[in-house]
């Protein structure tokens, strides 16, 4: 955890306005600015910053907070990374609280520290070394230019049995670290340590925030492994790594779609002839963590696959994680013989997008596939169609997209739709429903009860009307539950001789929506009339309503009780309770 104080200075070094606006441009609205909103579709701007506040909201999606929750939006990252990386913009060290989450996240850094180190190293080795000129001349014949060489920092292990060990040692990195993450390896059954990459063509892969967590090597010559890649640990996870989502995803969310490849050399192909809404899945199958990744970017894919049968067989299986979180798939097969790399190499960039374009749904390519694999004309033949797409369909939640490909499917092999729609009943729906998104989310937590509504937003404006409330209410008073956690800290605040306003207040809520309800209510203009009555009516209101709701709370409890013969102590117990409440009613009354 990122101590409080660090946050807060954080925050105070990162001025709103210029935040947002080295990521969209901003223009003047009386004392606010406006800009047509990153986070949904929309031709008028309902987007606004406000400077003096130092908040932005969104009119439209209803997403809003501090600049923490607008890094946190726009670069996919959660609130804690957002913090670092405004933090690392600042020249703020972010040290860890103590304890085992602080000792980990020591941990990583040194991690991060040694793969820069080695990915630095790599690049010297390419760059500055005569054994590198082998590897760059390589990257050369594959159309690799200067300026991409440099964006992707690829590099050269060179073929000795200790080089980065050796430097990396040097430069005060632990042996331990050199082993944990792969670098290193120590020959089995003896003491040697010695450098896993060696006369390789070096491919740093990095996180979404261009930290770089791990590496793959590419042989020069007709060795084996074509390609080597670290070691699982504790910054990388294949199943959790895409490729070039760093440099890609912004592109994915203005193209609205993203291109999956398979092979490093096919991204960069795509990157250098100038489609950049793409990533590699790095030769592994896709899993369910990838398919989140992805979902947090765009809402289509398009899936790159190899010509051959057995290859497309093999990818295929792998697109139910991409059914289950709802992304509209379609599936893209070039022609005999190529790959995305040597296709646009060939062909050039815009034949290459003319078949991106043509790309057929999945549930077409699917039945199309199957069809051919299996013979429709006969029962057997049928059923096996069947039975696959069926599987596939099953995990569809749309039911317009289920029917129409229902009906597609009886068609084209000729079987009742009766029986399609019985097997599908078999086979129910797969998955959970799909959370709402953060339109639908945003409206939810708006729907704020009377009285609580009005008393936030007092508090988050006048700090006297939070000490009124605090000797009167607590946060439990409140029933909607991002106004009960936003009540929880604005009386901690105060408690503690922190309250400097909603700014610090949102430096303290790692909570989206709890960010966007109060984004919301101080970008709302002020009704007027007196703010201290209209607190105090507030309060009362809350404390009766509370008062009335236990009230009757306990006057079912009594009925429960006579019914199933309690003892007298008890219920009497509970009729005096029920009398205070009803004379404190009376007082507030």
Known sequence: M??????????????????????????????????????????TPSFFVSPEKQIWHCFGCGAGGSVFNFIALYERVSFPEAVRLLAKKAGIAVPEKPGPEGREGEKKDDLYRLNEFAARWFTHQLQATAPGKRALAYLRRRGMSDELIEQFSLGYAPDSWDGLYTAARAKGHREEMLLTLGLAMRKEGGNRIFDRFRNRLMIPISDVSGRVIAFSGRVLDEGTPKYMNSPESLLFNKSRSLYGLHHAKRELIERGFSIVVEGYFDFFALHAAGIRNVVASQGTAFTADHARILKRYTREVVMSFDADTAGQSAAMRSLDAFLNEELRVRVLVLPPTHDPDTFVREKGAAAFSDLVGQAPEYFDFLLDHLCRRNDHRSEVGSARIASEFLDALAQVGDGVLREAYRKKLSERIDIPQQYIIDEIKKRGRRRGPAPGDAGETSQVALRLPPGEREIIKLMLEDENII???????????????QLQRIAGRVFALLKENRWAGSTRLLACLDDEHCARVVSRLISEEDP????????????????????????GKLTKEISRREREGSSGQEISGLQRRLMEKKAELLKIC
């Open 2 to 43: 990122i101590p409080q104080h660090i946050v807060e200075q954080v925050q105070s070094s990162s001025d709103i306005v210029d935040v947002v606006s080295s990521y969209i441009p901003l223009k003047r609205a009386g004392r606010s600015l406006k800009a047509c909103c990153p986070f949904h579709s929309e031709k």
């Open 467 to 481: 000490r009124q409330a605090a000797l009167e209410l607590t946060a439990e008073d409140f029933r909607h539950e």
């Open 528 to 551: 007027g009339g007196d703010r201290e009555q209209i607190a105090r009516d507030c309060i009362r209101y809350l404390k009766k309503r509370n008062l009335k709701e236990e009230i």
